[in-house]
C-alpha cells in the first residue's frame, strides 16, 4: 500500500533560516512524490513533484526537495524562509499503477518567525 | 475566476438530513476528486470520477454518494448526515492527459453537522 508520513505536526524557523519539512513514504514500485501547500482559507495548491530523474526537484515559490531512495525519504527544502511561507504543507504519494488519486500525509505547520 | 468553484463555502445542517455539496470546473479536465480534511489525519479520499461513467470508491466512502452529472461538475451527498462527517471538505481535479497526477483544488467547503 501507498503510504507517506510526515513526523513533526509543527516546524518553526525564524525568517531568513534555511527550513526543512520531512516526509518519508512507503510504496509498491516506484514512487511519484508530491509536495502541496495550503494557505488559510484556501484549497492545496502544488509545490513540486518527483517523478523520475535528479534527486534533487525544485518547485515553486524558492522551495525544493530531496529524494533519497535509501532513506525513502522526500524531504521539503527552503534555502532562506519568508514570513509568507508559512502555511500547512502536505506530502503525497501516488496510488498504485492504473490509478490516478494522491494518498496525503497528516500535514506539517510550518511558522516562520520574524 | 477560480478553476475549481465548489459550493457553498460553508454550512451548517442537523442530524438526519440530507446535503449536497457542489463543484464545477472550467479546467477541460477528465478526473474529478472529493476529500475530506479533518485536523491530525490530512486528507482522505471519498470518491473519485475518471470521467462521466466511472467513479469510484475511495478510503472513506461510507455514508456518502456521489453525481457526475458532467465533466464540469462533480457532486457529494451525505444522505443522512451525522456529526463525524463535520470536515473541510475538498474538490479537485486533474487531467487525464498529464505525466502525472497533479491535482487543482477547489477553496473547500466547511460542513458542520449539529
Redesign the interface.
Known amino acids: 500500500a501507498q503510504s507517506v508520513a510526515q513526523p513533526e505536526d509543527q516546524v518553526n524557523v525564524a525568517e531568513g533560516n534555511p527550513l526543512t519539512v520531512k516526509c518519508t513514504y512507503s510504496v509498491s514500485g516506484n514512487p511519484y512524490l508530491f509536495w502541496y501547500v495550503q494557505y488559510p482559507n484556501r484549497g492545496l495548491q502544488f509545490l513540486l513533484k518527483y517523478i523520475t530523474g535528479d534527486n534533487l526537484v525544485k518547485g515553486s515559490y524558492g522551495f525544493e526537495a530531496e529524494f533519497n531512495k535509501s532513506q525513502t525519504s522526500f524531504h521539503l527544502k527552503k534555502p532562506s524562509a519568508l514570513v509568507s511561507d508559512s502555511a500547512l504543507y502536505f506530502c503525497a504519494v501516488r496510488g498504485p499503477t492504473g490509478a490516478n488519486n494522491l494518498f496525503f500525509g497528516t500535514g506539517t505547520r510550518l511558522t516562520v518567525i520574524p | 475566476d477560480a478553476d ?1 468553484t465548489q459550493t457553498p463555502r460553508n454550512r451548517i445542517t442537523k442530524t438526519g438530513k440530507r446535503i449536497m455539496l457542489e463543484c464545477s470546473q472550467t479546467k477541460g479536465h477528465d ?1 474529478m ?1 472529493w ?1 475530506r480534511q479533518d485536523p ?6 471519498i470518491y ?1 470520477s ?1 470521467d462521466v461513467k466511472d467513479i469510484n470508491k ?1 478510503e472513506i466512502s461510507d455514508g456518502y454518494s456521489v453525481s457526475r452529472q458532467a465533466q464540469a461538475k462533480f457532486s457529494l451527498s451525505l444522505e443522512s448526515a451525522i456529526p463525524n462527517q463535520t470536515a473541510l471538505y ?1 474538490c ?1 481535479t ?1 487531467d ?1 492527459r498529464g ?10 467547503t466547511q460542513l458542520s453537522v449539529l
Open positions: 475549481v478526473r476528486y476529500y491530525g489525519l490530512g486528507l482522505r479520499l473519485y475518471f475511495g475538498f479537485a486533474s487525464s505525466a502525472t497526477t497533479k491535482l487543482f483544488f477547489g477553496s473547500g
